[in-house]
């Protein structure tokens, strides 16, 4: 369960923190946030994709998990929380990127991060509709399914990493 009563900065296209707001009042789509996307790797190297429940991208697949990042929280602690939330998994996450995205829908201050695990996600329904195991050539053949926030993602970890 989301805390609602959590503060998020808002940002404007710079970077420059501008205004903060409680999270149960943050507008997804016009507010520019921080954000933690993150991607979650099996021994055979497949990535877990998950569906949310609320989402304006209902039926296309998304990252592992994601969330914003809190006033005063580093990313780091961001991604573990949303890690520990969404999948129940105790993790430390890999910092791969950080940098403004115009998805012309919506706006972010995207982090991308990545673990590499042995471990099952135990998926929480309050963040979580469906998920799946995928292998990167099976997202690479279906890529028109995924939300854009994870396509970015998925391009950079292809980039900066040795995962296939």
Do not use: H
């Amino acid at each position: 369960m989301q805390e609602q009563d959590s503060i998020i900065l808002v940002y404007d296209i710079s970077g420059k923190v501008i205004s903060n707001k409680l999270r149960k009042d943050i507008d997804k789509k016009g507010d520019i946030i921080k954000t933690v996307i993150i991607l979650v790797i099996n021994n055979q190297n497949k990535i877990f994709v998950t569906k949310l429940p609320d989402s304006p991208f209902n039926e296309k697949w998304a990252s592992s998990a994601a969330g914003m990042v809190r006033k005063d929280e580093k990313i780091i602690d961001a991604a573990k929380r949303t890690l520990q939330r969404e999948l129940n998994l105790l993790k430390n996450p890999v910092f791969l990127s950080e940098k403004f995205y115009d998805f012309n829908i919506l706006k972010r201050l995207m982090s991308v991060l990545y673990i590499k695990t042995g471990d099952l996600p135990k998926i929480n329904p309050d963040d979580v509709r469906d998920s799946k195991w995928m292998t990167f050539n099976e997202i690479e053949k279906n890529i028109d399914s995924f939300i854009p926030t994870f396509r970015v993602a998925f391009e950079i970890i292809k980039d900066k990493t040795k995962f296939r």
